[in-house]
């Protein structure tokens, strides 16, 4: 009887961390979004207009990246059709939390700021997103960014 | 007399003018004008260089007043209606009142109590403006 309802206690307080979890998340999401835009207006002051979306997509992979980690983005896939995957081999925010597959579970954490910052720097471009990002081995991690047709 | 504009998405977030009456017959004008910048912007048998331009000069001259224009990459128009008898007023200094409009508005944007979209309220802005448009005239 007593385990049993210490069982319900704990799962109660593991479904409010989830929660919180992904609340946080979510906000921290939301707070890069909002930098993103101010950052890219600062970025894009002086550089000449991008003549489509790709070119907005190299921004964002070289100068973008370089201003914001000091590093470029090591490989940008794309399938022509409004799907880019940008590949950081050694993403800044992760170098010290480990080098393989140690606290692979608290990574999302360290995106969500970065996936928040590049949906910001495109939509202030007119380029409306959803970008997700994913790691299997640290610190390499990859971005995928869908772009949303207006 | 001196009108200057700041567009985000079609309507706008600051309007100005050097006398401050008269501003409504201004909306037309630059209403107007941003169907001249969308041409111009969407590069309609134009070349590749002045594509890539931020500045778009003199968008059309009317009988009594020249309106200019500038588009930045986020998308954010500006307007500045000039008086056709300012004669004084060269293609350089017009250039130069844009680089300032763009800056000041960059220091708005990157504000964190500055939501993207609202109208500009800041005092920061308003005074360069001001000295701006008080050169000017």
Known sequence: MEDGRMRVKCNFSGDQKFLENGRCVSKLESMGFRVGQGLIERFTKDTPRFKDELDVMKFICKDFWTSVFKKQIDNLRTNHQGIYVLQDNKFRLLTHLSAGKQYLEHAPKFLAFTCGLVRGALSNLGVKSIVTAEVSVMPACKFQVMIQKM | ?137
């Open chain 2, 1 to 137: 007399f001196l009108i200057c504009v700041a567009i985000r998405a079609n309507y706008p977030l600051y309007i100005r003018s050097v006398p401050t009456q008269g501003e409504l017959k201004f909306h037309y004008t630059v209403h107007t004008s941003l169907d001249v910048v969308e041409e111009k912007i969407s590069g309609v048998g134009k070349a590749l260089a002045d594509q890539r331009e931020l500045y778009l000069g003199l968008l059309y001259p009317t009988e009594d007043y020249k309106v200019y224009g500038y588009v930045t990459n986020s998308k954010v128009k500006f307007v500045i209606v000039v008086d056709s008898s300012n004669t004084s007023l060269r293609d350089n200094e017009i250039r130069s009142m844009f680089r300032k409009l763009h800056n000041s508005f960059t220091d708005v944007m990157c504000n964190p109590f500055y939501n993207p979209g609202d109208p500009i309220q800041s005092k920061a802005f308003d005074s360069i403006v001001s000295t701006m448009m008080v050169q000017a005239c």
